[in-house]
């Protein structure tokens, strides 16, 4: 279907409105696929990020009355130590916690005048522990000690990747249903005004397979294109945008990596095959139309 022909590509006006419409909404469409693309994979990636490094800690913390919060402490670290799956834990020092409440209640913090419980943190093996019969141990043992396994921080995480993956992927079909409409209509307008022509190429014995043939190479063609260039000036404005470290979120960690690459690749060529499959079906309607 889009071999060449340059009888059959004279059929189709090679500028005007239909051209400069095509040509645009391709790359618009395949400038906006990018971005989409990007956000989807880049928030997926520290969402899982954040869900592996949640999945491997724990915290303990103990609340007690001054006088016994070292003795729980004690207690508390030799149930851990004691317990399968648990690969190291500690005590956060008091510097350690300061640190932790300094973003939220700045540097001046009078740590010491406050009663703050007593935190620790647990590591834990690849297989993980019984959270169920630790807890069990701890209230035995440590009572004033309360177990945080970060599972209610783990499945909100879960949740939003796979619905922010879902968004990106709704996203995509969105812009390849636009695209699609827009070489449609772009297509409609050629065939319509070339009315006469394709009048004329009938009487001299063209089959509408030859004149279809015309109008969904061009436009098939001029989608690719437009694609290219979109996808093209897309993947530059990514790395235009500054990169952060891991702990800043995806909004600075949108460049693609890995098999995201492969997926922008396939944008031109998907976005010339929405064209070819949608002028297909414009041309067939309208010759049949014009009959």
């Known amino acids: 279907m889009l071999q060449f022909d340059e009888k059959a590509d004279r059929v189709v006006p090679p500028t005007g409105f239909t051209a400069r419409l095509t040509l645009f909404s391709s790359f618009?469409?395949?400038?906006?696929?990018?971005?989409?693309?990007?956000?989807?994979?880049?928030?997926?990636?520290?969402?899982?990020?954040?869900?592996?490094?949640?999945?491997?800690?724990?915290?303990?913390?103990?609340?007690?009355?001054?006088?016994?919060?070292?003795?729980?402490?004690?207690?508390?670290?030799?149930?851990?130590?004691?317990?399968?799956g648990i690969e190291d834990a500690r005590a956060l020092t008091a510097e350690e916690q300061r640190a932790l409440l300094t973003p939220w209640f700045?540097?001046?913090?009078?740590?010491?005048?406050?009663?703050?419980?007593?935190?620790?943190?647990?590591?834990?093996?690849?297989?993980?522990?019984?959270?169920?019969?630790?807890?069990?141990?701890?209230?035995?043992?440590?009572?004033?000690?309360?177990?945080?396994?970060?599972?209610?921080?783990?499945?909100?995480?879960?949740?939003?990747?796979?619905?922010?993956?879902?968004?990106?992927?709704l996203s995509i079909l969105l812009i390849a249903s636009a695209t699609a409409a827009m070489v449609t209509l772009a297509a409609n307008a050629a065939l319509a005004a070339n009315a006469q022509v394709i009048a004329v190429l009938r009487l001299v014995g063209a089959k509408d397979t030859y004149i279809a043939r015309a109008?969904?190479?061009?436009?098939?063609?001029?989608?690719?294109?437009?694609?290219?260039?979109?996808?093209?000036?897309?993947?530059?404005?990514?790395?235009?945008?500054?990169?952060?470290?891991?702990?800043?979120?995806f909004l600075t960690d949108l460049r693609l990596q890995g098999i995201g690459w492969l997926w922008a690749v396939l944008i031109p060529p998907l976005?010339?095959?929405?064209?070819?499959?949608?002028?297909?079906f414009a041309a067939g309607r309208v010759l049949e139309e014009l009959a």
């Open 271 to 280: 976005s010339g095959l929405v064209a070819f499959v949608a002028t297909r």
């Open 106 to 169: 700045g540097p001046d913090l009078p740590i010491e005048d406050l009663p703050l419980p007593q935190l620790i943190d647990i590591t834990e093996t690849e297989g993980g522990y019984d959270a169920a019969g630790l807890r069990l141990r701890l209230a035995a043992e440590a009572p004033a000690a309360v177990l945080d396994d970060h599972a209610r921080w783990r499945r909100p995480l879960v949740d939003a990747a796979a619905r922010l993956r879902l968004l990106g992927w």
């Open 215 to 249: 109008f969904v190479r061009r436009f098939a063609l001029r989608s690719l294109t437009g694609a290219a260039v979109g996808t093209l000036v897309g993947v530059i404005a990514l790395f235009l945008i500054p990169a952060g470290s891991d702990e800043t979120g």
């Open 28 to 84: 618009a469409m395949a400038f906006l696929a990018v971005f989409a693309l990007a956000l989807s994979l880049a928030a997926g990636r520290v969402a899982d990020r954040w869900g592996e490094e949640l999945a491997q800690s724990s915290t303990l913390r103990i609340s007690a009355p001054a006088g016994e919060v070292a003795t729980q402490t004690e207690a508390a670290l030799r149930v851990l130590r004691t317990t399968p």
